[in-house]
């Protein structure tokens, strides 16, 4: 058995083994999938992204209630009489619409419309008529 570390640099074997170990040319001979870049313009959100959105618009209208329950509170000590129902029926009712807002699930996207129901049925063949002859009768 030939010692293989004693062959010489010129050997076509050594040259064949350090060609196939070369990182460079196996790199750019071939692409790997995760290397191929594509473009998807219609896809929607992220789920993780739209439960941030939900959960930023409930805590936003949840700070607005806390606005109107103080606002109220201090108009009340102010004795400003029916002005203090104001901001206290805001402080009651934003509640239910941010607890609906943020239960809602996905928004839906702007491109999903009904699309009205289009028959696929060729049209009835008519044959053409010689010059001179009577139109056939239509059926309609």
Do not use: K
């Not at 064949?16 to 594509?38: F, L, M």
């Amino acid at each position: 058995m030939p010692d293989r570390l004693n062959q010489p640099a010129s050997s076509p074997r050594w040259r064949h083994a350090a060609s196939r170990h070369n990182v460079v040319s196996v790199r750019a001979g071939s692409r790997t999938r995760r290397d191929e870049a594509h473009l998807v313009t219609e896809a929607r959100p992220g789920l993780s992204e739209d439960i941030r959105f939900r959960e930023r618009r409930y805590l936003i209208m949840m700070g607005i209630r806390t606005l109107c329950f103080i606002a109220a509170v201090l108009m009340f000590v102010n004795h400003l009489g029916w002005l203090t129902a104001i901001p206290a029926v805001g402080a009651l009712v934003i509640p239910y619409f941010a607890v609906v807002f943020a239960n809602g699930g996905r928004e839906p996207t702007h491109n999903r419309t009904f699309r009205q129901y289009e028959p696929n049925s060729p049209a009835i063949y008519r044959p053409p008529t010689p010059p001179g002859s009577p139109p056939p009768p239509s059926s309609e």
